[in-house]
């Protein structure tokens, strides 16, 4: 068996709404301006090759200032320091823990995370936070230079760890990432509230394994 995690907002903090009312608060001051500036900033193709790893954090602030009509100075204080300011999620730790515990006891699960990433956030996380030796393997975007829902990206891990489609149970926030990983043969969660994650997850990763043929 296998478990893929995602990491912004499955295992790690992320609210891009909350961050750009920190940073421009003339400009997010209410929940709707706010998810309007999150997205034309973080779902920009700017921003996409950013987490390619095509372009870097000082360009993508230069670009999109100029496209956008902000501060640069501000925008920078946003994100070039992002990743030394991301925290993880308890919960998911929690879970993430206790997976650790039944690997090394049993054998499974094998852990893996899967996530779009901008290099220099990904750096950063790996020397933050310890839970990352927890995992038997990864794969951010900004080292492979291509992001999900791309097939690419979920092939290049599934090859490099020999995952096996229907015993691999993949978790992300994005409807459409999950889609693609179904589409694959793996299993998906939806994670839309990561408190009710661990319930869901050992309930399938229960049913997988009483399924379970010899293949990892």
Not at 116 to 130: Q, V
Not at 168 to 192: K, P, Q, Y
């Amino acid at each position: 068996m296998n478990v893929v995690f995602d990491l912004g907002a499955v295992l790690i903090d992320w609210e891009p709404a909350r961050l750009v009312q920190a940073h421009f608060p003339d400009r997010a001051g209410d929940p709707a301006s706010a998810a309007a500036l999150a997205r034309a900033l973080f779902h920009h193709e700017d921003w996409l090759a950013f987490d390619s790893g095509l372009r870097s954090a000082a360009d993508v602030v230069e670009r999109s200032a100029a496209r956008l009509g902000l501060p640069a100075g501000a925008l920078r204080e946003l994100i070039e320091p992002l990743g030394e300011r991301l925290e993880p999620i308890p919960e998911t730790v929690e879970l993430l823990s206790g997976l650790r515990g039944r690997r090394d006891a049993r054998g499974s699960p094998r852990l893996f995370y899967l996530s779009n990433m901008p290099a220099p956030y990904a750096r950063a996380l790996e020397r933050r936070f310890d839970f990352f030796r927890w995992f038997d393997g990864g794969v951010f975007s900004g080292d492979a230079k291509r992001t999900k829902p791309d097939e690419e990206i979920y092939q290049l891990l599934a090859w490099r760890h020999g995952l096996a489609p229907a015993q691999t149970l993949f978790v992300d926030d994005s409807a459409a990432n999950v889609e693609m990983a179904r589409a694959l043969g793996w299993r998906a969660i939806h994670c839309t509230s990561p408190a009710a994650l661990p319930r869901e997850l050992m309930r399938q990763l229960d049913a997988m394994e009483a399924t379970a043929g010899p293949a990892r």
